[in-house]
Nanobody, 126 residues
Framework: QGQLVESGGGLVQAGGSLRLSCAAS????????MGWFRQAPGKEREFVAA????????WYADSVKGRFIISRDNAKNTMYLQMNSLKPEDTAVYYC???????????????????WGQGSQVAVSS
């Protein structure tokens, strides 16, 4: 079955940058949409960004548009999220997800936990 493994989280000051990685181990995700979601303490999980299998199309939540950049390297089975100009409200656990679905203007995470990584904590101090 394989798994998705996130890395790159940490603590950063407001205005700083971090890059998250999501590596597929024992599986490939070349031909599906991949995405990032996040969940802050006491809040529901929310969509952050998604990328088509070719990388030619990307989608972002309004809250991160212009600051975050999603990308992927299918040859390495790895997806990235470059996070710039970080704000305290970006503090959350970030999850990569395989094959999220969009209905209308809203993105939904896959219900099967096998399609999720374990999460990577991002903390932004003011």
């Amino acid at each position: 079955q394989g798994q998705l493994v996130e890395s790159g989280g940490g603590l950063v000051q407001a205005g700083g940058s971090l890059r998250l990685s999501c590596a597929a181990s024992g599986r490939t995700f070349s031909y599906v949409v991949m995405g990032w979601f996040r969940q802050a303490p006491g809040k529901e999980r929310e969509f952050v960004a998604a990328i088509s299998w070719s990388g030619g199309s990307t989608w972002y939540a309004d809250s991160v548009k212009g600051r975050f950049i999603i990308s992927r390297d299918n040859a390495k089975n790895t997806m990235y999220l470059q996070m710039n100009s970080l704000k305290p409200e970006d503090t959350a656990v970030y999850y990569c997800a395989e094959d999220p679905r969009r209905y209308g203007n809203k993105w939904y995470a896959p219900p099967n936990p096998d399609y999720w990584g374990q999460g990577s904590q991002v903390a932004v101090s003011s």
